[in-house]
Nanobody, 124 residues
């Protein structure tokens, strides 16, 4: 049974940083691509970043490119999202997710398994 548990959200002022974590269990974590998504109130869910199974390929939404970094530790079954230079428009619930895809080339826009989410609030 796939389980994804996010942590690390919180409140921060504009220009600040946060690092989100996602602990994965119940499947062969190192075999599949992983993604981060976010959803702000009243807005559609947005794919933020995707990383390959081995961690050597990453891709980002234009809105976060150059500010966010997705990474993974396959020995710890953990996914990360380092968020720097945060802006008020980054305020959203952030989710880690996987489609159990072995290959990935674009930022995922949908997924099969989701965590419960962690809230990020950026004040101006």
């Amino acid at each position: 049974q796939v389980q994804l548990v996010e942590s690390g959200g919180g409140s921060v002022q504009a220009g600040g940083s946060l690092r989100l974590s996602c602990a994965a269990s119940g499947y062969t974590y190192s075999a599949y691509c992983m993604s981060w998504f976010r959803q702000a109130p009243g807005k559609e869910r947005e794919g933020v970043a995707t990383i390959s199974a081995g961690g050597t390929f990453t891709v980002y939404a234009d809105s976060v490119k150059g500010r966010f970094t997705i990474s993974r530790d396959n020995a710890k079954n953990t996914l990360y999202l380092q968020m720097n230079s945060l802006k008020p428009e980054d305020t959203a619930m952030y989710y880690c997710a996987t489609r159990l895809a072995r290959f990935c080339a674009v930022v995922s826009q949908d997924s099969r398994y989701w965590g419960q989410g962690t809230q990020v609030t950026v004040s101006s």
